[in-house]
């Protein structure tokens, strides 16, 4: 009885340590975000409580004010000049145009792709799944000079169609494998009865399986969601004016330093739309993520 307790003990200790050890470098972002400019680059150590707490960072980053209007010390010493603009506001509607409309894209696409590789029969289906697969094992910097021009000449360069159409094809591999083994879960079964009672293919498909995918269609459309909000090569080569987040934050750092505070509160609140989309899909995510875990 000892043994047990004290394994329990031990597995919650360990669970607490490798939970702190990933929030960690969240929970500094945050408290970076909030610090003055003299804490931050403080040269007597390293500030973590001892600090009057600072909104100027948020209210440049995300209501695009001056920086040489809301600060209370000259930043001459520290970072990047205070005359420059860091409104991340254009960049955070530019990144969620992009990630909800090639999530959109994805996931319907890979349930269409999946629903057939998982109930039609064709010669070289295998084939194909093994072919959408690859295409994701490929490194996006093998292939971004010629998708580069291709986009240009396609007209697409530096535009939020042609981002999101970029973002789509690098998550409708990871879509179709996720959406194909949830609909492989779905008995075969089902869909014979229904097609019994006068269904048609896609009847069954519409009414059938889609409402019983739909926790594999919440945990896709956020691993999707998750990918094209951090996605940064692609994003860096087919746009110009357009700035993602990713993109936006590494103007922050220039030849004359590094504005730390601005780059953690862009970044903290790139955090917060991957949680609201999470929170509100999560009844059908958890339903999603154990699909298959048990076994008739």
């Not at 003055?36 to 403080?42: E, K, L």
Request: charged share 15%; with cysteine.
């Amino acid at each position: 009885m000892e043994s047990s307790r004290f394994s329990i003990f031990a597995r919650y200790i360990l669970s607490i340590v490798i939970v702190a050890l990933f929030v960690f470098p969240i929970a500094w972002f945050a408290l970076t975000s909030i610090k003055p400019i003299s804490a931050i680059f403080d040269k007597d150590g390293v500030v973590v409580f001892d600090f009057v707490p600072t909104y100027e960072n948020y209210r440049v980053t995300l209501l695009g004010q001056q920086s040489i209007d809301v600060s209370e010390n000259s930043r001459s010493d520290f970072g990047t000049s205070g005359g420059n603009s860091y409104d991340g506001r254009g960049s955070i509607i530019s990144s969620l145009i992009v990630a909800i409309g090639s999530t959109i894209l994805a996931t319907g696409i890979g349930i269409l792709a999946a629903y057939g590789l998982s109930r039609l029969r064709f010669r070289g289906s295998q084939g194909m799944l093994h072919w959408i697969l690859s295409q994701r094992f490929l490194p996006p910097i093998a292939i971004i000079i010629p998708m580069v021009f291709i986009f240009r000449d396609l007209g697409l360069r530096d535009t939020h169609l042609g981002l999101i159409i970029a973002h789509t094809l690098i998550n409708v591999p990871i879509a179709v494998l996720l959406m194909k083994s949830f609909i492989d879960d779905i008995p075969r079964d089902i869909d014979e009865a229904a097609m019994i009672d006068g269904a048609t293919r896609l009847q069954v498909f519409w009414k059938v399986i889609m409402p019983m995918a739909k926790g594999g269609m919440a945990a896709t459309a956020v691993l999707c969601f998750i990918f094209s909000w951090t996605e940064f090569l692609l994003s860096l080569f087919l746009t110009s004016s357009i700035r993602t987040i990713p993109v936006k934050i590494t103007t922050f750092v220039t030849s004359t330093g590094s504005e730390w505070g601005y780059i953690s509160a862009l970044g903290t609140s790139a955090i917060i739309p991957g949680f609201i989309f999470i929170l509100l899909v999560q009844n059908h995510l958890v339903r999603g993520l154990t699909m298959g875990a048990i076994k008739d």
